[in-house]
């Protein structure tokens, strides 16, 4: 075989391998919301508890303008749920990253804040719901704080990790050039603890999304997690189910978008 | 005057990769025979194709075209009668320094007796008795070493092939390694094929040295060794046979 | 003869200094935040107790239990759901990574439908849930299950795809079948990932178990706040704050414990 020929007989290897596995998660997928509509079609799952998902499609539409039975229309629940997730999580970022990052580098600020950080750091998010609740009653404050708290501990803690990872030859370097130890801690500590500082902005992503959906259904009067919890109440499991996808389809989206900024950031890295 | 038994016949292997819809070739046209029981080693600058070449006779690749004899009969792909010692760690972690050993018997599904008896032979002639109940991690690089070259002998291969096994060891263990090696195929000999890119190594232990070029690589020159052994590395026979080979070989900059 | 007198430099000196500096820190931050808890509570008009309430709350509790059950008794609820769900979770989730991590055609065939399922938070699927389940025993430990089924499969997954090649090369050199470089390499090189994942498990099982009950549960710690917090017994609610911060981490401790025990040739750094 020529160079030409073998080169080309690989690449037609690859098509048709990527375009099978593409096959197979078409099946995986379509067989799956097709097994789902016959079984509910067929009876074999009750139709009062379990809609089928041409159902779930049709209330799509119908939800966007339709405010019953949970008291708003559904752009009105995204559009709540994304503002205290969003205001918390970037408070998080604002004020964890630059803690985690002053705590892994200097010694004194990081024996003054690790006992208090220690305790808080083992008591999940969502019970300090209640506390925060007693504190600040219900409302935008409480929900904002909880989401807030859930991110934070993943960034301060990502970041104090990546900061104290950074490597020992290119400090001893730097004090070799000259560098003082903040020139150092900015030109050196920060970027080098910027691939697990974003591992941490992901976590506290999925931290945030998760743990607004608890706050909204404990106590709140808008937002998706408010509108699947009403919806129980109504028996309307067409309407939690569609609420279930949205949430699952925002923190794709939302990920996806934080995706794409950690790669623009750190352009310089490895991918495997 | 050559009565030795050919053990491996190389013809005109080649090999070549596609990179970024290009063809890079990485080993041109190599033929060479290996005798039976001689230690022979494959000589060549950093990066040249050695590993390549190596992998080709183990099976983990396939030649783009040629073919590879073992005792007569064209090979495919990895054989059990071939058995390899890799540069870098090779050792399973998981595993203690008994159940490396004898994992290549393990997976020709030997029982646990045989298994037992015929890597703790293996150990031994290694001079690691006393260390089967280790981990990898706490042992040494050139234990380490040691390990794999038992693993690799204890499932009774024709031929040994050892890519680079010292090139990860300080100085002083890889001369005493050098002089375990040789321990170790005087009393089980085998044919052993092994790549380095050191000249004073290639010359210590080499009953035939192939020379190969800068990558892409091809032979340059097969060189006869009639030093006797154990070999003096300022004798200037020696040094003599160091200055030709140095001065053939290619910079690989 | 005189012993030698060890002298010190001027440098090393103020090294030991600022240690013992240091090591004071911890302590003035602590009583900084106890001081500080005490302010809060006693302050006018809060309602929020103080770590003397607090006390006082849990010598109540050993008298008169809550729905029957002491606060051991609550605790002990909470972590029996999480350690059968948790059980489940760990086979079927290890298996099922497994599956998608060795076999590519299986990861393309089931994949998307689990990265779907993974997108939504756990503690959405409590209202559906309930609804179908009630709120008893098994729809609790259904959440868990789910929220702790996640992590293990996703690490496991890049666990068994992510083998070393020359560990493969060496299954290759030695002629082993598939199905034996799948249980003697893969699985036992993805151990490490396999067990990070058991041990994120292990405290997002912990969390949801607790909001599961408080959404709607009759016993167990995240019941107890709920309680707490709708009969105004707010030392309650931080009592239990308190039981469910220590039973997590030990929790933690737990698993880092297995771990250890199982693959002894981890060489770990402390985090």
């Not at chain 3, 706040?225 to 220590?246: K, P, Q």
């Given at each position: 075989m020529t160079d030409k020929e073998r080169i080309e007989a690989i690449q037609q290897k690859a098509k048709r391998d990527s375009y099978q596995l593409a096959l197979l998660s078409f099946i995986g997928v379509f067989g799956f919301l097709i097994a789902w509509q016959a079984a509910v079609l067929a009876g074999w799952l009750p139709s009062r508890y379990v809609p089928m998902p041409t159902q779930i499609i049709k209330l799509f539409f119908v939800k966007i303008t339709d405010p019953t039975p949970d008291g708003a229309v559904l752009g009105v629940h995204i559009l709540g749920s994304l503002q205290v997730v969003l205001t918390g999580f970037l408070l998080a970022i604002i004020i964890g990253i630059p803690l985690g990052l002053l705590m892994g580098w200097y010694r004194g600020f990081d024996r003054f804040m690790s006992p208090i950080f220690e305790i808080l750091r083992p008591i999940p998010p969502v019970s300090w719901i209640p506390i925060t609740i007693i504190w600040m009653g219900v409302g935008l404050k409480a929900k904002g704080f909880i989401v807030f708290f859930s991110a934070f501990v993943p960034c301060v803690i990502n970041a104090y990790t990546g900061i104290r990872q950074t490597s020992q030859v290119l400090i001893d370097f730097s004090k070799t050039c000259g560098a003082s130890n903040f020139e150092i801690f900015y030109k050196i500590g920060i970027p080098s603890s910027m691939v697990m500082t974003f591992a941490g902005i992901r976590v506290a992503l999925g931290n945030s999304w998760a743990t607004l959906v608890a706050a909204e259904m404990l106590a709140a009067s808008v937002g998706l997690g408010f509108m699947i919890q009403q919806d129980r109440m109504f028996a309307r499991p067409d309407i939690i189910i569609l609420g279930i996808v949205v949430i699952g389809a925002i923190g794709v989206f939302l990920t996806f978008i934080l995706k794409k900024v950690e790669n623009k950031v750190l352009k310089w890295r490895l991918t495997q | 005057m050559d009565s030795q038994k050919i053990k491996l016949e190389l013809e005109n292997i080649s090999q070549s990769y596609i990179v970024d819809n290009k063809v890079t070739d990485a080993v041109i046209d190599i033929s060479f025979s290996v005798k039976d029981s001689e230690f022979l080693v494959i000589l060549g600058p950093g990066r040249c194709g050695k590993t390549v070449l190596l992998n080709m006779i183990a099976g983990l690749e396939k030649p783009v075209s040629g073919r590879i004899l073992l005792n007569g009969e064209e090979i495919k792909g990895s054989d059990r009668r071939i058995g390899m010692v890799f540069q870098k760690l090779a050792l399973m972690p998981w595993k203690t320094v008994m159940g490396n050993v004898e994992f290549g018997l393990k997976i020709q599904g030997k029982d646990k007796k045989t298994r037992q008896e015929i890597s703790q032979k293996f150990i031994n002639l290694v001079g690691l008795q006393g260390f089967e109940k280790s981990y990898p991690h706490q042992l040494s690089g050139g234990m380490k070493q040691r390990v794999g070259i038992a693993r690799a002998y204890a499932s009774s291969p024709e031929i040994l092939l050892m890519d680079e096994p010292f090139g990860q060891l300080d100085a002083q263990t890889r001369y005493a390694m050098q002089n375990e090696i040789l321990r170790i195929w005087e009393t089980e000999k085998r044919t052993i094929i092994f790549v380095t890119n050191n000249i004073e190594e290639a010359l210590y232990l080499a009953d035939r040295i192939i020379l190969l070029s800068k990558f892409p690589a091809h032979v340059k020159e097969i060189y006869e060794i009639n030093l006797p052994r154990p070999r003096d590395t300022m004798d200037p026979e020696f040094l003599k046979l160091r200055k030709i080979i140095s001065e053939n070989t290619d910079l690989a900059l | 003869m005189n012993k030698p007198v060890i002298v010190q430099s001027e440098a090393e000196r103020r090294a030991k200094n600022i240690r013992r500096a240091y090591a004071i820190l911890p302590v003035i931050s602590l009583s900084l935040l106890t001081a500080l808890w005490f302010y809060a509570s006693s302050s006018k008009g809060s309602n929020f107790p103080s770590p003397l309430d607090i006390w006082n709350r849990y010598l109540l509790f050993l008298e008169k239990p809550i729905r029957g059950l002491s606060l051991l008794g609550h605790i002990w609820a909470s972590l029996k759901r999480v350690f059968i769900a948790l059980g489940v979770a760990w086979l079927i989730g290890i298996s099922f990574g497994i599956l998608i991590g060795w076999n590519k055609k299986a990861n393309a065939l089931f994949g998307p439908i689990f990265t779907a399922i993974r997108s939504v938070p756990p503690l959405a699927w409590v209202p559906l849930v309930t609804m179908w389940f009630g709120t008893g025993e098994f729809p609790q430990i259904l959440i868990v299950f789910i929220g702790a089924i996640m992590p293990v499969v996703v690490n496991t997954q890049v666990g068994i795809s992510n083998v070393y090649q020359i560990y493969l090369n060496v299954g290759k050199i030695f002629n082993a079948s598939p199905k034996q470089v799948l249980f003697e390499i893969a699985i036992p090189s993805a151990l490490d990932a396999i067990f990070a994942g058991l041990r994120t498990s292990t405290s997002a099982g912990w969390m949801v178990v607790l909001a599961a009950e408080m959404l709607g549960?009759?016993?167990?710690?995240?019941?107890?706040?709920?309680?707490?917090?709708?009969?105004?017994?707010?030392?309650?609610?931080?009592?239990?704050?308190?039981?469910?911060?220590?039973?997590?981490?030990?929790?933690?401790?737990?698993?880092?414990?297995?771990?250890?025990?199982?693959?002894?040739?981890?060489?770990?750094?402390?985090?």
């Open positions: - | - | 549960g009759k016993s167990g710690v995240g019941f107890l706040i709920t309680r707490g917090m709708d009969s105004g017994d707010y030392a309650l609610c931080l009592l239990s704050m308190i039981c469910i911060g220590l039973v997590g981490a030990f929790l933690a401790i737990a698993t880092i414990t297995l771990e250890r025990i199982i693959c002894p040739w981890t060489v770990k750094k402390s985090s």
